[in-house]
């Protein structure tokens, strides 16, 4: 297994009369463009350098497309995961690498308290998961001498059982 594993999104798109048709948008490493293909097919490629996304190839997509298209690639959490855990404990971790949109690697800063943080860690880490699915933590020391797997789960909001019969 690569250090990176590939990540594979589905975009559904309504056309006339009723007719839903569904994109795979897929990215094979962190630096390769995204693909979008419809039915085994590629249409394109699309990428953000420097901020702006632009298609790289295959045949122009109208503007209103690649509006919606990157606009869906961008709302993606896990593109704002590793900011929120590097904020969340920015004292603790030195770096966030993304393998795919369920797997992350961790590595922490030096002198931490690495059995600590493991504990706080797995303890609070749900409560920053917004994807509806398990999240893979692969979390090392600064020198990567510990490590740890954790398997997070979003946190379930509790509803209000109070209501009238």
């Keep these: 297994m690569g250090f990176f594993d590939m990540i594979e ?64 690639i961008d709302k993606q959490y896990f593109n704002d995961l590793p900011a929120a855990l590097m904020s969340r404990w920015n004292k603790q971790i030195h770096e966030v690498l993304p393998r795919s949109d369920q797997e992350y690697l961790v590595v922490c800063k030096d002198g931490i308290g690495f059995k600590s943080f493991e504990g706080i860690f797995s303890r609070f880490v749900s409560g920053l998961l917004k994807d509806e699915w398990p999240i893979n933590f692969r979390v090392f020391s600064h020198d990567f001498s510990e490590d740890f797997t954790l398997l ?13 019969d």
């Design 152 to 164: 997070a789960k979003p946190a379930q909001s509790k509803k209000n059982t109070v209501g009238w």
């Design 9 to 72: 999104l589905e975009y559904f798109l309504s056309h006339a009369e009723d007719e839903v048709l569904m994109y795979q948008v897929i990215q094979f490493s962190p630096d390769d463009p995204w693909r979008v293909v419809l039915d085994g097919e590629l249409l394109g490629s699309l990428d953000k350098v420097e901020g702006q996304w632009m298609q790289i190839s295959g045949k122009d997509f109208s503007s209103k497309f690649f509006k919606d298209i990157v606009g869906f």
